[in-house]
């Protein structure tokens, strides 16, 4: 069956160090690879799209990645801050023109 | 420039009762899309509408829900004779063209509480 798996445990970093997030599939083959963010009680906010053909994205402190073979997406906040303290989301399409989404992976940064 | 609005935020319902939940997607966008949250899922694609079609409702569950986006005004998503099982977040994101590959711009949602 199809999976999107992102760790269910709270991400708890220091402020300033690097938050690593993962986003494992199976049984998917996207051509797209995106990551929002949500804050309680809101929706979710767009981040970064990553082709497949994209081995790197970056946007100011973000990073993302995206390997094919592994079917893995590495998204990375460098020097984190306390408002970086949210939950993240992975999203990928699934082949019929849709988006699937993960569970989401929290992050809480500690000054 | 105003974003994709939901509304009402929280709707209350008791069970057997109908819910509407409402979509003004960003302007100039003419894509919408319906999206379900359940308490500790992911979100869940229910529906993709242009306007006056339905493109893809291959999320939506086949009884007691619909969804429309009419030439003129929000776009509705319909739950008749709620259960409690239907309580959760209710996302719509709207985008500028199709494909997977363009932003979805998301609104705050409405949390429908099914008593």
């Known amino acids: 069956s199809q999976k999107i798996e992102q760790n269910s445990e709270a991400l708890n970093i220091q402020e300033g160090k690097t938050a690593t997030l993962t986003c494992n599939y199976t049984?998917?083959?996207?051509?797209?690879l995106q990551w929002y963010r949500q804050d309680p009680g809101r929706g979710p906010v767009f981040l970064l799209l990553?082709?497949?053909?994209?081995k790197e994205k970056r946007k100011e402190r973000l990073k993302v990645t995206f390997d094919t073979t592994l079917k893995q997406s590495l998204f990375h906040i460098t020097a984190s801050q306390p408002a970086d303290s949210a939950t993240y989301l992975c999203?990928?399409?699934?082949?019929?023109?849709?988006?699937?989404f993960g569970k989401g992976n929290q992050v809480v940064v500690i000054p | 420039n105003a974003g994709v609005m939901q509304n009402p935020r929280h709707l209350v319902r008791r069970r057997g009762q109908e819910a509407r939940l409402r979509c003004s997607p960003m302007k100039g966008h003419s894509h919408v899309y319906w999206y379900r949250q359940l308490p500790e899922e992911g979100l869940k694609f229910m529906v993709y509408?242009?306007?006056?079609?339905?493109?893809?409702e291959s999320g939506m569950p086949k009884e007691r829900f619909s969804a429309e986006f009419p030439k003129e005004g929000p776009s509705i998503l319909r739950i008749q004779q709620v259960v409690r099982g239907d309580s959760a977040a209710y996302f719509c994101?709207?985008?500028?063209?199709?494909?997977?590959?363009?932003?979805?711009?998301f609104g705050p949602g409405t949390r429908l509480l099914v008593l």
């Open positions: 990553i082709r497949e053909n994209e």
């Open positions: 999203a990928l399409d699934d082949g019929n023109n849709r988006l699937a």
């Open positions: 509408l242009q306007k006056e079609n339905i493109i893809d």
């Open positions: 049984n998917y083959s996207p051509a797209y």
């Open positions: 994101a709207s985008s500028t063209q199709t494909g997977v590959q363009e932003t979805q711009y």
